[in-house]
């Protein structure tokens, strides 16, 4: 479909949103000039589309009361859209929604032409969501299903929480939000025993229990602040590594976007005198913390050294002799 016939669609839609659209109001919404909205009008009215117009201060464009577009008029494009997005919060969400997942798609097969239906299956064959969830999240779609029925309802939660130390605690909680958030779901909400806004992984809630208490979402509450505020990242320490050949061409090709790639004319040992070998690259980029990426380093083997910091290189160091250790020979018979 084209952008016009897009934009005309679009622009009756807005049209039955509400009773009176000004030029410039269009033009916004649509991105385009006042004069090309008057273009589209007059290529309506030449479709038979009830249009009035009034000139003046008070006046602007609006569409005849009753007026209504035949329902789901999708394009290919804008239906595999919605099946990929039910496939999506099927994926995320469990049982929550599973049977509106299967509703959906059941309404969008059997209204659909078939020839459009062709084309978005074709579409759903060759566009395929995957890898985006990183854990199995079925242990938890009670949890998950049970919090998402309190948040609608404003109704509070006692549970039991296991925190990162392995504490065992029992909170009251006014349940917000549920946010998914680097493979991991989370509840934002109000704690009670700590008297503030906290946030919980669903994977270390226990004994959720729905309560006869009810709250108010305060009105300045917004969730994408709160996650910016608390869940952005900040990193501590800058890393920098030299990778040798022969993986410094697979890291040169497929390193990511936040790492800095410099060429360096030849490698180092771990002394850091040169080998003489040509084609190595140091690796810079900012971490949070040194959990992942010692195993990062370690899975290069002796072709990677850490130039800094040298807290990463000696935990480098302790965690390859503890591999070494465990893979020695016992000595004697």
């Known amino acids: 479909m084209s952008n016009v016939a897009t934009r005309l669609l679009s622009l009756i839609l807005l049209l039955q949103s509400k009773p009176r659209w000004k030029a410039n109001e269009l033009s916004e919404e649509l991105n385009v000039s006042e004069r090309t909205v008057h273009r589209y009008m007059a290529m309506l009215d030449e479709m038979g589309i009830p249009i009035y117009s009034e000139r003046g201060p008070y006046g602007g464009f609006a569409l005849l009361r009753g007026y209504k577009l035949p329902p789901l008029l999708f394009s290919a494009e804008e239906a595999t859209v919605l099946y990929m997005g039910a496939q999506l919060v099927g994926e995320l969400w469990g049982r929550t929604y599973s049977d509106a997942v299967t509703s959906v798609t059941a309404k969008l097969d059997n209204v659909l032409p078939d020839d459009l239906r062709g084309e978005v299956a074709e579409a759903r064959r060759s566009l395929v969501i995957g890898g985006l969830t990183a854990r199995d999240y079925r242990p938890w779609e009670a949890t998950i299903h049970d919090l998402r029925r309190c948040i609608k309802e404003r109704r509070c939660v006692h549970l039991s929480y296991r925190s990162r130390s392995g504490e065992e605690t029992l909170r009251c909680v006014a349940p917000y939000a549920l946010t998914l958030q680097w493979g991991n779901w989370y509840l934002v ?33 917004s969730l994408r602040q709160y996650l910016a505020k608390t ?16 993986p ?30 040509q084609g190595a690259v140091i690796v810079r980029f900012p971490v949070a913390s040194f959990d992942w990426v010692t195993g990062w380093v370690l899975g290069f083997g002796p072709y990677a050294y850490v130039l800094e910091p040298p807290e990463l290189a000696e935990r480098v160091a302790r965690a390859a002799e503890g591999a070494a250790r465990r893979y020695q020979k016992p000595s004697g018979p």
Do not use: K, N
């Open 189 to 221: 909400g109000f704690c009670h025993l700590r008297e503030e806004l906290r946030t919980f992984r669903v994977d270390r809630i226990h004994d959720l229990v729905g309560l006869d208490e009810y709250f108010d979402l305060p009105r300045d509450f």
């Open 248 to 277: 410094a061409r697979q890291v040169r090709a497929t390193h990511e976007p936040w790492m800095h790639i410099e060429e360096v004319d030849s490698a180092f040992t771990e002394t850091g005198a040169a080998s003489g070998s």
């Open 231 to 246: 869940m952005a990242f900040e990193p501590t320490h800058e890393v920098v590594v030299r990778i040798d050949p022969p």
